[in-house]
């Protein structure tokens, strides 16, 4: 493909308003691959943003922030009714992202803002630490991946070449069979033919021509979002509009431009916006007039989903400022506090406990936070056997979820459909975090330990937390600083401070925003939105039974001090083994802790080998520990 196929639109066309498409694609990889080659290669237009012109990125000759440039792929389409065909401007914004790890939050703050991605891969040296780590962020954020294998030039023989490129690829393959990506397209590449410094770009006319980029924009346009192509008809309405509804705006470079004012670049999320419509900073609660824009350094008077724009307000100081949302005036909150819905990375293999520390990446803005992870308990159960979990997960689920990367809501990064969250609802805790395939394995060996446990546990009055295997969906987030983000935005968790060169996976988990606040504003948020709670037992013995054979004298579920006016009615289970007869607590017997227990049908503890052990569970409340809860535990 010439460079006269990929162009930016020429003065004709721009006075026509062509019909157009917006497509950001992610380009991502291990460090030194070629994604700045790539991205040079393919682009005709460059924002300031680009080709590694930051100063520190030439020093250390590697990309360190976003990358921005473009080209434009002219294509035929059908209209909606099938028939009539219209010629429609892709306009591919490349996202060049870096690839050393150390710059991973750079990187997730790119996730957001990419409809597909572009794995760049060295094919002399095939998959790498970093490239897994971008292949979960593709799961996480996109549904297409093309993977490059890129510096084919280097190898001179055609025959090995060839054979090279099939074994990278048939590896490759085999790597992500379990990920979202088990089909994928492959392109054979060589950006830059004869390698050289991305940081030191000459002339393209004395530089060799690259080698597959025709393949490769082929393959672009074949993966076009479909909703892209059902926004024309919907985007000609939202150009003509006389306000910045639903605007959504996310800046990555802003800088003072003398006699102008303050220019914010970036790339437009949601809505559409004009020059003169005004738009607020949300995290500065101020609202700002826009003044001019420009597309690629091309003047424009709208700017709408997808385009990669320029925007100039006055009044804005853009000392201290780096990522940040712009939006229509007071619609995108500021918060603190969020609840979100959560599924754990499946290459973490790392545990992922409640009450940890996460660095959380919302946008462009990654916060230290305090995760705390609750889901459904089994209500017929509320116990930890294996039966508990094969009543919420299904053989079915289990299949399509075990070895696969997803939303707990089946949902991908590709949509904006809200999982159902109920706050009225009770929701247990959870001890941590599960991938599904661990579920059944902790379910396996609690289930073991239980039924290998004969000694006699005399707890008196502490209470031991059943809360590990509680299949959990959504998170509870405490920010150590605000951070601004519209409702149901992507989210992703990780452990940044495992040490460089590790070979791990430090994504741990993800999912959307479903309710926040601001706690100066909102202090009772947790108390007023989460029914949450923890599955406790107490467990005891019997000590006699009476002349009925239903009413008991029990010892060793409480001190002699202990109140039990809370724990009368409570339900009490006797040992399976003794036929898990179900009493009632009447109350205390006697000044020693001792209790009575009335049972529901008479019991026969003359036996030496029947258990006399007795089990009593019951939800406790975290915001309300004074709150307790029978559970129905029938199967115990």
Known sequence: MSSSDRHPPSDE?????????NVSVGILGHVDSGKTSLARALSTSFSTASLDKNPQSKLRGITLDLGFSSFVNRREILTRDGKETVEVDVCYTMVDCPGHASLIKTVLGGASIIDCMILVVDVNKGIQTQTAECVVVGEIAVKKLIVCLNKIDSIEDEEKRKAKIVQVEKKIRMALSKSKFASLDFVATSARPGGGNDQDVGSKETEAKPIGLESLVKILGERVPKERFEELESKATTLSSTSASNFLFAVDHCFAVKGQGTVLTGTVLNGSCKVGDFVEIPHLKEEKKVKSMQIFRESTDRCARGDRVGMCVA????????????????????????????????LHKSEVKSKAKFHVTVGHQTVMAKAIFFGDANSS??????????????????????GTLSLSNGDTGGNNKKQEFD????????????????????????????????????NEDEEDEDTANVFAKYCYLEFEKPVTAPENALYIASKLDVPEGSNVCRLAFFGKTLSCADASKSPNFAEENLRLFSVKSRKGTIERAESDNRTCVCKGMFKKESDLSSFRNMLVWMDSSAGGARGRIEGSFGKTGKFKVYFEKEIDISNAKTSRKITMRFKRFVYDKSEKRIMDQTGL
């Not at 066309?13 to 498409?21: A, F, G, N, S």
């Not at 804005?316 to 909150?333: A, N």
């Not at 247990?428 to 004969?454: G, I, P, Y």
């Open 423 to 458: 706050r009225q609802r009770e929701y247990a805790l959870a001890d941590e975090l599960l991938h599904v395939s661990e579920v059944v394995k902790k379910e396996t060996v609690a289930a073991e330990d239980e039924k290998n446990n004969d000694s006699e546990n005399q």
């Open 381 to 402: 159960s509320g116990s930890s056997s294996s039966s508990s979990i094969s009543a919420a997960l299904t053989s079915e689920t289990l299949a399509g979820a075990v």
């Open 13 to 21: 066309e721009k006075t026509k308003r062509r019909k157009r498409i």
């Open 315 to 346: 009044g804005l100081d853009p000392e201290g400022l780096e990522r940040f949302l712009v939006s229509s005036p007071k619609t995108v909150p500021t918060f603190d506090r969020a609840i979100v819905s959560c599924e754990k990375i499946r």
